[in-house]
C-alpha cells in the first residue's frame, strides 16, 4: 500500500485546513487508515482513524471537537479536517495504514505498517 498525503501549507491561527491521503496498491477496502502527526524532536501523536470498509471511526481525546476524519471509497482517499487552528498544531501530518480494526487498535503507531510521507502544517498565530 503506498500512501500519499496533501493539503498542508501555511495557515493563520482560526483557519481551517482538509487534509488528504490517498491510497494506492491495493484492491482490497478491509484496512484502516489512521492520522498522526509529529513534531521535529518529538513521537508520533495519533489523531484517528477510519475503517475504510464500513467507515466506523475513532478519535484520540486530543481529536475530539476540531477534528474530522472522513473517507471517500471511490477514490481510496481518507480527509482529516482540522477546524479553528491554532499554534501548537503545527506539526508534520502522517497518514497510515494496515489491515488491522480500527477501533480495536485505534491511532497507535506501531499498529500500522504502511506510512506516507507527510503534509506540512505551520499554523501562525
Known amino acids: 500500500v503506498q500512501l500519499v498525503e496533501s493539503g498542508g501549507g501555511s495557515v493563520h491561527s482560526g483557519q481551517t485546513l482538509r487534509l488528504s491521503c490517498t491510497a494506492s496498491g491495493t484492491t482490497s477496502d478491509d484496512y484502516a487508515v489512521a492520522w498522526f502527526r509529529q513534531v521535529s524532536g518529538q513521537g508520533r501523536e495519533g489523531i484517528s482513524c477510519i475503517s475504510m470498509k464500513d467507515g466506523s471511526v475513532y478519535y484520540a481525546q486530543i481529536a475530539k471537537g476540531r477534528f474530522t476524519i472522513s473517507r471517500d471509497t471511490n477514490s481510496a482517499t481518507v480527509y482529516l479536517q482540522i477546524k479553528d487552528l491554532k499554534p501548537e498544531d503545527t506539526a508534520v501530518y502522517r497518514c497510515?495504514?494496515?489491515?488491522?480494526?480500527?477501533?480495536?487498535?485505534?491511532?497507535?503507531?506501531?499498529?500500522?505498517?504502511?506510512w506516507g510521507p507527510g503534509t506540512q502544517v505551520t499554523v501562525s498565530s
Open positions: 497510515a495504514a494496515d489491515h488491522v480494526a480500527c477501533q480495536r487498535v485505534g491511532a497507535t503507531p506501531a499498529a500500522y505498517d504502511y
